[in-house]
Every structure is written in C-alpha cells, then in structure tokens.
C-alpha cells in the first residue's frame, strides 16, 4: 500500500537534494502510484510527473545538449529531476504545503495566491487552496507522507 519502489533512485537523489525520502516516496506515489510509464492530460511524465518544459528548466545548468523528453520516462532521471525541481520550490517557500502547491499549480498560482493572501506564506492554512485538485493534492501527500514516517521511521 506505500510501496518504497525505486528505493536507491529515490534515496540518492532525495539526500543530494536535501529532501526526506519518505516525502519523494507519498510525491510519487500520488503523481504516478510508481508507474514510470505514466503520464497525464497536461503531458507530465513519468514517476514524479514532470512537464518537458520544466525538465529543460531544472536542467538548463547541465551539459545536456540533446535533451529528449524520452528521458522522463526513465526512472533514475524523472526522480533526479523531479527532487531537483522540488527543491528549487522548497527554497523559494520554505514550507513543504506551499511547495507542493506550486509542484502541483505552478509558481505563478501559488505566488498569487499569498500576494492576494488567500493561503499564508507559512502553508498553515492550506485548507484555503483555491484550487480543488491542488486543495486535495497537498492533504494527501502530507498525510501519505506521515503514513511512510510511521511505517519506515524518520
């Protein structure tokens, strides 16, 4: 029921990029439920369901010169780029609720919303999310994320 697939993937990646395993493991377990093949009505893809879009974005500072959004389909290269991506929201927002709300509705949504000052800037009302399916999105990954700590430790 909370899988740890991809474990050394997800454990490489997550410490380099300073994230809890056990928060990349409920990330991926409600972007893509662990299938590598997956891909969804916006185009993201694979595991952590990364845009092609944002995949260029978190690596325009690598040599990769022929990127192919094929590799998002590959396991070991949508978790380093999705924990890259996610830590590049975590350090904008310093909250784990706020940057999975920009992970799911965009940097743009979420700046927005605390400028307008419909959610707070610390994520302790994220109960006021204006969009339905980013509202649900961060309840389940939090408490998917307090099941893996329970289960695995922390």
Same mark, same amino acid.
């Given at each position: 029921?909370?899988?740890?697939?991809?474990?050394?993937?997800?454990?490489?990646?997550?410490?380099?990029?300073?994230?809890?395993?056990?928060?990349?493991?409920?990330?991926?377990?409600? *972007?893509?439920?662990?299938?590598? +093949?997956?891909?969804?009505?916006?185009?993201?893809? !694979?595991?952590?369901?990364?845009?092609?879009?944002?995949?260029?974005?978190?690596?325009?500072?690598?040599?990769?010169?022929?990127?192919?959004?094929?590799?998002?389909?590959?396991?070991?290269?949508?978790?380093?780029?999705?924990?890259?991506?996610?830590?590049?929201?975590?350090?904008?927002?310093?909250?784990?609720?706020?940057?999975?709300?920009?992970?799911?509705?965009?940097?743009?949504?979420?700046?927005?919303?605390?400028? +307008?000052?419909?959610?707070?800037?610390?994520? /302790?009302?994220?109960?006021?999310?204006?969009?339905?399916? /980013?509202?649900?999105?961060? %309840?389940?990954?939090? %408490?998917?994320? *307090?099941?893996?700590?329970?289960?695995? !430790?922390?």
């Amino acid at each position: 029921m909370y899988p740890k697939e991809y474990s050394e993937y997800v454990y490489k990646y997550s410490e380099e990029n300073n994230i809890d395993p056990l928060l990349t493991f409920a990330i991926i377990k409600a *972007e893509s439920n662990f299938n590598p +093949e997956a891909t969804s009505n916006s185009n993201a893809i !694979g595991l952590m369901q990364v845009l092609e879009t944002t995949a260029k974005e978190v690596m325009q500072n690598k040599t990769e010169e022929n990127f192919s959004k094929e590799i998002l389909f590959n396991a070991e290269d949508n978790i380093k780029i999705g924990t890259k991506y996610y830590k590049t929201l975590y350090d904008k927002y310093k909250n784990n609720a706020v940057a999975l709300m920009a992970y799911n509705a965009g940097s743009g949504n979420v700046d927005r919303w605390i400028q +307008e000052g419909t959610i707070k800037s610390d994520g /302790t009302d994220a109960e006021n999310i204006p969009y339905k399916e /980013t509202n649900n999105y961060v %309840r389940k990954i939090l %408490r998917d994320y *307090e099941i893996y700590k329970e289960l695995y !430790g922390k």
